[in-house]
């Protein structure tokens, strides 16, 4: 770690906990980052770097990836579509699979969404944010008070979603809000069906979604109308 001495006065590196330390930096270098520093013996410790960053970890005795309960840091970057396209493509490559669950995994990324989580098989959660504003927005939209009721869950459900990795909140709070929807706009019914669609077809609901396609169906806008909200959310209709 002589490399580090000389960069800065501070300096503020993440260092995080592992089962293994070869597992780790195995699984690092599969997602293209380059293994810099590694230790075996008195105690594991391992570095891997890509884009002028690090990440350090260490080996934690009696950890496993199922009792890391939470431990992770931000990783900001300019290029965040770029970033999650070359790591989807590397699980592809390597794992014949995008995993969006389990360990290891890597959340969905909607268009306009600015940011992701990858967990590693130590079950660390690195979240990526793209720089700029567009992160604190979709939180402040979340609380905004100068909303609908459909608009405020529509915001929230794309934070529990997103950003938490929590689809059954994101299903709850849609399913919740679509009960109530005399008074709502009809592009705003609109968009929270086709996040609702999304979200079924996530979790192999085929009945859910065909509900929501037949409400969907019932929503006085045209045809090239929904396609647009269609395509906002990645959706096929």
Known sequence: MEHLEHQKDWLTVPQLPCVAIEE??????????????????PYQYGIVEKGGYELHFGKVKGMTAANNLYSG??????????????????????????PHSGIPRISRMKPGTARFTLTDVSGNSIIFIKY?????????????????PLQKSIAKSIVFRDYKEDEKASVKTLDAALQNIENEAHVDI???????????????????????????????????????????????L
Do not use: P
């Open 24 to 41: 780790t930096v195995t699984f690092w270098e599969m997602m293209g980052y380059t293994t810099t520093y590694k230790m075996t013996r």
């Open 73 to 98: 840091c931000l990783v900001m970057v300019s290029d965040l579509e770029k970033v999650y396209k070359n790591f989807t493509q590397r699980f592809k490559q390597n794992l014949g699979r995008v």
């Open 132 to 148: 700029g504003k567009e992160h604190d927005e979709t939180y402040e939209k979340a609380f905004d008070e100068n909303q609908s």
């Open 190 to 236: 609109a968009e929270a069906l086709l996040i609702r669609i999304d979200l079924a077809s996530n979790i192999n609901d085929t009945i859910r979604e065909e509900e929501c396609r037949a409400l969907l169906n019932q929503v006085s806008l045209t045809d090239e109308e929904k396609e647009r909200l269609a395509q906002k959310y990645n959706v096929k």
